[in-house]
């Protein structure tokens, strides 16, 4: 099983991934954990990907598509994965059903998450982040139950660089105009499943998750 997780930053993607993961047993891959690993290592492409990230913007597809291929050939990803963060455009969605292809696979379901502006911006300047589990908390809706320290491994919980008000801003504007064609991409492939992830509904990460593993049942 090959799932895509869409969706603006704040939506849940990386939540309803791990949930998932746990559930089905499958690999978890984020390209923003790929991207800020190469972005702390003293190389050109290391310093080159961390200029793009600093500044809220998408990395270019050349290189995102590189890291990508070579992350798909390792082994724990042999029987499924679940791409959280790729693709973000047109070019590496083409790209990706051509890597599948190859290995004599497919993209199976594509998640698009969607939620309001304002929760979006709430939820992640309030997110904290364990830096060896890659749990993830929130100051407002789902607190550790030490102030700081992740309940899972007791690691110091962080804040991202990026997560300010203005550079959440400018990653939801680059999400419209240069990711949000995907969801016409993989409609018209018959993939695409929408979820509204919203506090005013009750459908958060848990609830988003359930219906993900409701449709891979059916």
Do not use: W
Request: with cysteine; aromatic share 4%; proline share 3%.
């Amino acid at each position: 099983m090959n799932i895509i997780m869409l969706g603006a930053p704040g939506t849940g993607k990386g939540t309803v991934s791990s949930i998932l993961k746990e559930k089905l047993n499958i690999a978890h891959v984020s390209s923003g954990d790929i991207f800020r690993k190469f972005s702390n290592e003293d190389s050109e492409l290391g310093k080159e990907i961390k200029s793009y990230i600093e500044k809220g913007n998408l990395v270019p597809d050349e290189l995102t598509i590189k890291m990508i291929q070579e992350r798909l050939k390792e082994k724990d990803v042999e029987n499924g994965v679940i791409l959280d963060g790729f693709p973000r455009t047109e070019a590496q969605a083409i790209a990706l059903d051509k890597i599948l292809e190859e290995e004599g696979k497919k993209v199976d379901l594509v998640i698009d998450l969607n939620s309001p502006k304002e929760e979006i911006l709430d939820r992640i300047v309030t997110r904290r982040i364990c830096p060896k589990c890659k749990a993830v908390y929130n100051t407002k809706l789902n607190k550790p139950k030490q102030e700081g320290i992740c309940d899972i491994c007791g690691s110091q919980l962080y804040q991202r660089d990026d997560d300010t008000v203005e550079k959440v801003e400018n990653r939801i504007e680059v999400y419209k105009t240069q990711t949000k064609p995907l969801e016409e991409y993989y409609e018209k492939a018959n993939k695409l499943m929408k979820i509204e992830v919203t506090e005013k509904t009750g459908t958060m990460a848990k609830e988003a998750a359930e219906q993900v593993i409701e449709k891979i049942k059916k």
